[in-house]
Structure formats: structure tokens, C-alpha cells
């Protein structure tokens, strides 16, 4: 028998509409998911000790919420119907099949929706191809160059921040002019956003297109792993390391190897990629972060510093002693031998941080 709830309990969010009558304009799943979310930031703060939770404010021109359930959407009509607002005319951006989960409504700072809808079709990933020495690509990511790869191709950084930074300075002392709170003031605070809207837009648009090419022409990509928050500590580089977005563009590289079956390897930020020579294994102690070649003195070779970076990030992730992390497939060849130790790396010296 299936037991009734006493007539005096009242769930936390029906005492809390009949305090706050304007949440009942809301849909009640839409305020589940909030407090969802809310837990879930205490539960990683109070398991990681960092990052405590922040409230979203009012006054935040991005804001979103979730629509776990009850919605419908027609391609036909070209409408989505949510819960308690209605039917919103909408341009799809492409049509799907399959089991529709949760829908994030957001809006950015210059005004525009938009609607992302998770969808399951059901399609199982990709299985992790095999790799080996001659498809695996090392990449080596910098300022002065973005990316540079093993096999002695570079990509120049585009650096769209410091190319807008001078129209931004414009746009934002004329906000800085404007009586706050009127129109004029609003309407300059827009241009400043679609500003900032461009830069962000050339920047995904180049990381992704990017990060499609390697994973399409390779089976197995390495990387390092970078203390991206640790370099913004340095003044003199912070804003040119926020451009560069290393951190989008390790994620884009993640997702997409395991979404076409391709594997990431990553190594850890202490080996010292920049200072062995990727011939003969000598470990150049004083090599500085200003120069950009140098010579081994044991074998002679001359090596440009971010191409023999990115042949060492290599060799290292093709040992299994030196990987932090495998994203796709497990090992498919048998591990290479560890690099040749030559005059400068006999006896066993603590880790260096990778220039």
C-alpha cells in the first residue's frame, strides 16, 4: 500500500512560491535544475577545495537556463514550445533524430538567443584506431608561433585580441564618457560587446578549423600539459597567454579524438622538451627561454628551440613511463626506447619545468 504524505509537509519549492509569488512564472523543472547545479558547484568545491561557487548575478549580461523536459520541437513550423513562454520562432541549425535530453536557453551580451538541445541518436564513437610512430604528431604550442608540430610545420598566432585592442580602447573610453544610465551609455556598452563578440568569434573559428585538420591527418596527436593559470601569474604575459586559449584548444583536440576514434596523448608539464636534444639526448641546462636555436655541443646538430620541442613532446608520449594521459586508444605498438642519454643527462638530475 502506497503510503500518503502528511497534509502538513510542504516541498521546499512550494514554501518558497508561497514567499515568492514571481517563481511560479517559471517552470518548476527549470528551478530543479538550478538548484542541481548549485550542488553540484558545492560538491566539486568541497572535494577540489577551490573555486567557491558564485551566484549569478542580475546584472550578468550572459545568462542561461535549462529546460530538462516537456518541450516541443517542430522542424515543419520551425517553432520550439517551452514551458511557461510558448512557441518561439526559431532558426534551426541543422535537423537531428533521436532522444532530445535537456535544452540550455542562453543569451549572449550583445542580445542574441539561442536554444542548444542535447541530443542522444543513439550512434556508438568511434573505435580508437591504431597509431604508430609515423602517424602520431607531437605539437608544441607557443606565443611567437601558436602551434608547432614534429614535422617542422608551424601556424603563426593570429593574435586577434592585440589586433582589436586599439578600437576596443576607443569604444570603451567613449562608454567611460557616457552619463551612466542612460540610453547613450547602454547603446556604447553594445558596440564594446559586439567588439568582444568578433574577437571571440575569429578565435573559435581559427581553433577549430585548426584542431579539424590535425585530428583528420592523424591518428595520434601528443601534447604537454600546461599551468595555464600558473603563466597568467606573469603581468608582462597574461593577456597575450588569454588570447592564445590553449586551454579551448587542448579541449577541441580531446573531444574530437574521441568523437572520430583518434587518441590523445599528453605528458607531463616538468619534462624538459625544450632542452634535450631530440638526436643524441643531451640535456642543455642553460638554455633560456630567449633563445630560439641552438646547438648541441655533443653531436653538433643545430636545432630550431619549438620544432625540437614538439619531435621531444613526441618521443615522450611514445613511452608509456612519461604519459599522464590517454585519450582514446590504448597503447596499439610496442613502446620505443627511452632517448639516447648523451653527455649532459648521465647522472640523474631533479625535473625541470619545460621552456
Not at 516541443?72 to 532530445?100: A, C, S, Y
Not at 586599439?166 to 547603446?187: C, E, F
Amino acid at each position: 500500500m502506497k503510503r500518503r504524505r502528511p497534509s502538513s509537509y510542504v516541498s521546499g519549492f512550494t514554501r518558497n512560491k508561497e514567499e515568492y509569488p514571481w517563481l511560479t512564472e517559471v517552470n518548476s523543472q527549470s528551478l530543479q535544475s538550478a538548484n542541481k547545479n548549485l550542488d553540484n558547484a558545492f560538491t566539486r568545491f568541497f572535494r577540489e577545495k577551490k573555486g567557491f561557487p558564485r551566484f549569478k548575478s542580475k546584472k550578468n549580461p550572459v545568462q542561461s537556463f535549462q529546460v530538462p523536459q516537456h518541450y516541443r520541437v517542430d522542424f515543419d513550423r520551425k517553432q520550439i514550445r517551452l514551458p511557461k513562454i510558448g512557441e518561439i520562432k526559431t532558426v534551426f541549425h541543422r535537423h537531428f533524430d533521436g532522444k532530445m535530453k535537456t535544452v540550455t536557453v542562453s543569451v549572449t551580451s550583445t542580445g542574441k538567443w539561442f536554444i542548444s538541445i542535447l541530443v542522444d541518436n543513439g550512434e556508438p564513437l568511434s573505435k580508437p584506431a591504431s597509431f604508430a610512430a609515423d602517424t602520431t604528431l607531437g605539437i608544441d604550442v607557443g606565443l611567437t608561433n601558436f602551434a608547432t608540430f614534429s614535422n617542422g610545420e608551424k601556424v603563426a598566432n593570429p593574435r586577434h585580441l592585440k589586433n582589436s585592442l586599439q578600437r576596443l580602447k576607443v569604444l570603451q573610453r567613449r562608454v567611460s564618457r557616457k552619463v551612466k544610465g542612460s540610453k547613450n551609455r547602454k547603446k556604447a556598452i553594445q558596440i564594446v560587446a559586439r567588439c568582444h563578440e568578433k574577437v571571440a568569434n575569429q578565435r573559435n573559428d581559427f581553433l577549430h578549423k585548426l584542431s579539424n585538420r590535425i585530428v583528420s591527418e592523424n591518428q595520434a596527436i601528443a601534447v604537454e600539459t600546461l599551468n595555464v593559470a600558473g603563466m597568467q601569474k606573469n603581468h608582462c604575459l597574461a593577456q597575450s597567454i588569454s588570447d592564445v586559449s590553449w586551454s579551448s584548444f587542448f579541449r577541441m583536440l580531446e573531444y574530437k579524438c574521441e568523437c572520430y576514434g583518434k587518441t590523445l596523448l599528453t605528458i607531463g608539464r616538468f619534462d624538459p622538451s625544450s632542452k634535450i636534444c631530440n638526436r643524441c639526448g643531451y640535456l642543455n641546462r642553460d638554455l633560456r627561454l630567449a633563445d630560439r636555436e641552438w646547438t648541441c655541443p655533443d653531436c653538433g646538430t643545430h636545432h630550431d628551440r619549438d620544432i625540437n620541442a614538439a619531435i621531444n613532446i613526441k618521443k615522450f608520449a611514445l613511452q608509456d613511463q612519461n604519459l599522464v594521459g590517454v585519450t582514446g586508444a590504448e597503447r596499439a605498438i610496442e613502446p620505443v626506447d627511452s632517448l639516447p642519454l648523451g653527455r649532459g643527462m648521465k647522472q640523474e638530475a631533479p625535473p625541470l619545468r619545460a621552456g
